[in-house]
C-alpha cells in the first residue's frame, strides 16, 4: 500500500509546522540542492519544535524572524504554509522525487539517484511497482543492474520480521522520529529508543486497541512514512524518505504490557525471559516472572538480580563542560551560566578550548586570565550559584598540555582532549594519554575515544590501561552528552565503574540549548549502570575534587 505524502499539517500546531520543514529539508537533500540550505530547514524545524509559543501567531504577526535561525528566506515559506496550508515548492518536490520510491530505494540499499534510475528505466512511479518489479524479475532488464545486484534487493525485499536501516541512527533523530510517531498514534516509544542505544536500528512504537485497524491507517497515512514495506495481523512496517523502517504493534490491551516488554529488550534479553505471560502493562509482566520491573536501558544482556537504583537526570548538580564565545560557543559567560541556574544547577564549568585545537580560537594564558576576570564578575552577580573557570586543554601528540602548569594550576576544572592526530598507533595514543593525565592539574578526560558515531571510529587507545591510570591519578572520565559522541559509551562507562574510576555527566554544550544534552549523557551513564555517587558531578561543589 502506497499514498502521497500531502497530509495537510495542522499550522496552528508547532510540530505540525516543524515536520513539514523537516521533510522539506529531506526532499532539498535527495534533490541535490545545497546543503546548507537542508540544513538550515532542518535547524528551523527544530527550533520550531521546541518553540514556546505558537510559531504560526509569530508568522502572522511578522515576528517570526525573533526565532533563532529563521531568516527572511525560510520566514516565506512558513508565511506560505501558514497562509495556504501548503509549500508549493515542496509540493513540487514530491511529486517529482516520487518519496515513497525513494524511501523504498533507500531501505533497501539503493542510493537515491540509482532508485530513480532504475524506476525510470522501468517506467515504475510508486514503492509498489518498484516492489513488483523486484519480486518479478523486471530488474533483469535495467541497465547496469547485474544478478548480483539483483539477488540482493530480491533479498533485502524477502527480509521479514526485522526491518533493520542501512545504518544506526543517531540518537536525537531517532527520538525525535520515534516519539512523533507514538504521539501521532497514542501509543508508547519502544525499541532502541527506549534503550537509549547510541546507534538506533530497530524503531518501534508499541499501542493498545483492541481493533488494530484505525491504527495501523493512522500510522500508515503519517507525513513520516512515505511507504510500506509489510502490513499484517496487528503490525505494520512503514519507511521514511530516508529509507529508515519503523514498526508499528497495535496490541490487545490485555497484552500491552508483554507486547512493551517484547519490543523493548534485545533479543538476547527477551529470549531470555520467554514465555512471557500476558498483562497490560509492564510491571504486571515483570511481577508475574518474579522478577522487579527493569530499567530499559539495562535490557541489553539477560542477568540476575536486582537492578541498582541507577542515576536520575535530577540528580545532577552541575555541567563540568561547556563553551562560550571565548572559543566556539555561542553564548556568554554569563548566559550559560543563567542558563544552568534555570536548569536547577548549583555551578558550571566554562571549559573552551586551547590554541591547539586549530579550526577554532583557542584560548591562550593571557586569554585564560581575562576570562577568569569576568567569571568572577559573573560570581559576584550570581552567587550562591558558583561559575568554575576550567578549560578543555588539548593533549598536544607528545602527551603534553597545550598551556603551561602554572596556569592550569589557577583553574577549578581541567578537561583533557585528544583532538588532532587521532589516527596515531594504539602503543602511541595509550602512552600520549597516559602521559597527559599525569599531569597533576587534570580533573578529566574528555570524551575518551574520540568516536563519532557514523563517521569516525574510536581512536585506538588501550582503555584497560587509561582506567588504571585515571584511577592511581584521581582522574575522572567524560560521559560526553554530544548525540554524535556519546563517548564514553555504555559498555565502557560499565568497564570504567568496574575498575573504580569515577564518571562525569556533561553535555560540552557550545549554546544555551546545548546544555540540554545532559540527558543523553544521563541516561549513557545508566547504560553502564551508573549510580549517583559513580557520578563527580552529583556531588556538591564543596566535594567535587577527588
Ligand atoms: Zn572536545
Ligand atoms: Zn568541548
Known amino acids: 500500500m502506497v499514498h502521497t505524502v500531502i497530509v495537510q499539517p495542522d499550522v496552528d500546531d508547532n510540530p505540525g509546522i516543524a515536520d513539514r520543514l523537516d521533510a522539506f529539508a529531506s526532499l532539498l537533500e535527495l534533490a541535490d540542492a545545497n546543503p546548507y540550505t537542508a540544513r538550515a530547514y532542518r535547524r528551523a524545524a527544530e527550533t520550531i519544535r521546541a518553540a514556546p509559543v505558537p510559531v504560526a501567531q509569530l508568522v502572522r504577526t511578522g515576528r517570526v524572524r525573533q526565532l533563532r535561525g529563521i531568516g527572511p528566506g525560510i520566514e516565506a515559506r512558513l508565511r506560505e504554509l501558514v497562509e495556504t496550508g501548503t509549500i508549493a515548492e515542496l509540493a513540487e518536490l514530491e511529486r517529482e522525487l516520487a518519496p515513497g520510491l525513494i524511501g523504498l530505494g533507500r531501505y533497501l540499499g539503493l542510493g537515491t539517484k540509482r532508485a530513480v534510475e532504475i524506476a525510470r528505466a522501468l517506467d515504475v512511479r510508486t514503492a509498489d511497482e518498484l516492489r513488483e518489479a523486484i519480486a518479478t524479475g523486471g ?6 543492474v547485474g544478478p548480483k545486484t539483483e539477488a540482493q534487493l530480491r533479498e533485502a525485499l524477502a527480509r521479514e520480521g526485522e526491518p533493520r536501516p542501512q545504518r544506526g541512527l543517531v540518537l536525537t533523530r531517532a527520538r525525535e522520529l520515534v516519539h512523533g510517531i507514538a504521539a501521532a498514534v497514542d501509543g508508547e516509544a519502544a525499541g532502541d529508543v527506549r534503550r537509549w542505544r547510541d546507534a538506533n536500528e530497530r524503531l518501534a512504537v508499541v499501542c493498545a486497541a483492541s481493533d488494530p485497524s484505525p491504527l495501523l491507517e493512522r500510522f500508515t497515512a503519517l507525513p513520516q512514512i512515505v511507504a510500506v514495506i509489510e502490513q499484517a495481523g496487528r503490525r505494520a512496517v512503514g519507511v521514511t524518505v530516508e529509507g529508515v523502517p519503523i514498526e508499528l504493534v497495535v496490541a490487545e ?12 529488550g534485545s533479543p538476547a534479553y527477551v529470549a531470555a525471559l520467554e514465555p512471557l505471560p500476558d498483562a497490560a502493562d509492564e510491571t504486571l509482566v515483570y511481577d508475574a516472572l518474579g522478577l522487579l520491573w527493569c530499567p530499559p536501558e539495562l535490557r541489553e544482556e539477560p542477568f540476575r538480580g536486582e537492578p541498582p537504583a541507577l542515576l536520575e537526570p535530577d540528580d545532577i548538580r552541575g555541567d563540568l563542560h561547556c563553551h562560550t564565545t571565548w572559543s566556539d560557543g555561542r553564548a556568554s559567560v554569563e548566559e550559560m551560566a543563567r542558563a544552568a541556574i ?11 578550548h586551547t590554541p591547539a585545537v586549530g579550526a577554532v580560537q583557542g584560548l591562550t594564558a593571557d586569554d585564560v586570565r581575562r576570562q577568569g576576570e569576568e567569571i568572577a ?22 602527551g603534553r598540555l597545550d598551556l603551561p602548569d ?14 588532532g592526530g587521532q589516527r596515531m598507533p594504539r602503543r602511541e595514543m595509550t602512552k600520549r594519554v597516559e602521559e597527559a593525565l599525569r599531569n597533576p592539574h587534570v580533573s578529566c578526560l574528555s570524551h ?99
Do not use: K
Open 253 to 264: 490491551p490485555e497484552r500491552f504490557g508483554t507486547a512493551l516488554v517484547r519490543a523493548t
Open 377 to 398: 564578575a559573573a560570581n559576584e552577580l550570581l552567587a550562591p550559584f558558583r561559575v568554575l573557570r576550567g578549560i578543555e586543554c588539548d593533549i598536544l601528540a607528545d
Open 406 to 419: 602554572d596556569v592550569l594550576a589557577e583553574l577549578d576544572w581541567v578537561q583533557a582532549s585528544v583532538h
Open 342 to 352: 534555570e536548569r536547577g544547577y548549583e555551578y558550571i564549568a566554562i571549559c573552551d
Open 139 to 144: 530488474l533483469r532488464d535495467v541497465p547496469g
Open 448 to 546: 575518551p575515544t574520540g568516536r563519532l558515531i557514523n563517521r569516525r571510529p574510536e581512536n585506538a587507545l588501550d582503555l584497560e590501561r587509561v582506567f588504571e591510570v585515571a584511577l592511581e591519578e584521581g582522574i575522572a572520565l567524560e560521559v560526553n552528552g554530544l548525540p554524535d559522541r556519546l563517548d564514553l559509551r555504555g559498555e565502557h562507562v560499565r568497564d570504567a565503574l568496574r575498575a573504580g574510576v569515577p564518571i562525569v555527566c556533561s553535555t560540552d554544550a557550545h549554546s544555551v540549548r546545548g546544555l540540554g544534552n545532559m540527558e543523553l549523557s544521563v541516561h549513557t551513564a545508566r547504560r553502564g549502570w551508573a549510580t549517583p555517587a559513580d557520578v563527580v558531578n552529583t556531588r556538591t561543589r564543596e566535594n567535587l575534587r577527588r
